[in-house]
């Protein structure tokens, strides 16, 4: 599964975005996490409890599978898709915000065709994923090129739906699709309110490493508040 992901990520990064493998690190902007991504990790205690009351621990509930997609499936995607893929053509290849986020929320999309249990289920699965990758990418962005705020959220939401049965995909029932709308709109007011004053600077932040190098992409990302 995630060979197709790689392959994907590694095309983008060299070929669209011309990234040396020595650039990739100060451009993914890996750093501990902060105060933004707790608040973020809050959202999902009544989001849990909401779940737990109105639908139930799920039937076919299976240790392994939590644990891949609650941790394993959203650290890699969002080291790929977010850090990998969009922090790499922003602030190596001088990518403007919307063309990074867009090219790459629809490869996220397609790249879970494979959830579809029938051909005509997969064109809204992959429309829904790549708005998630929007979101994601967005957050990613806003906190300053951090990948943690991007991770919490896509771990909480999977650990969630898993946990408690509301879908196995993006494409989930009326509770499902509620508390999804919930911790996206909670999320951008969070990130808005802690973030505010920053707007914009993600491009400067891109621009500077476009024009220097990576290391002053990283200095600019830094002027972000602590996420």
Do not use: C, K
């Not at 977010?82 to 403007?96: N, Y």
């Amino acid at each position: 599964y995630y060979a197709f992901d790689v392959a994907v990520s590694l095309a983008l990064l060299l070929w669209l975005g011309g990234a040396r493998l020595t650039d990739l690190w100060q451009a993914i902007g890996a750093r501990p996490p902060g105060r933004v991504s707790l608040a973020l990790a809050a959202i999902f205690v009544p989001v849990a409890a909401l779940a737990a009351w109105r639908a139930g621990v799920a039937r076919d509930l299976y240790p392994e599978a939590v644990l891949f997609s609650s941790l394993v499936a959203p650290f890699f995607e969002e080291l790929l898709y977010r850090g990998l893929a969009i922090g790499v053509l922003m602030r190596l290849a001088g990518w403007r915000f919307l063309a990074a986020v867009l090219a790459t929320s629809l490869v996220f999309g397609l790249s879970h065709v494979f959830q579809g249990e029938s051909w005509g289920a997969v064109p809204t699965i992959v429309l829904f994923t790549a708005i998630g990758g929007v979101w994601f990418g967005w957050i990613y962005v806003r906190t300053g090129f951090d990948l943690w705020p991007p991770f919490v959220l896509h771990a909480g939401m999977n650990a969630v739906w898993a946990v408690f049965g509301l879908g196995q995909t993006a494409v989930g029932g009326r509770l499902g699709n509620g508390l999804r709308m919930l911790v996206i709109i909670a999320s951008i007011v969070i990130v808005r309110r802690m973030t505010r004053g920053n707007a914009g600077n993600a491009e400067n932040a891109a621009n500077a490493g476009n024009a220097g190098n990576a290391g002053n992409a990283g200095n600019a990302g830094n002027r972000y508040v602590r996420s």
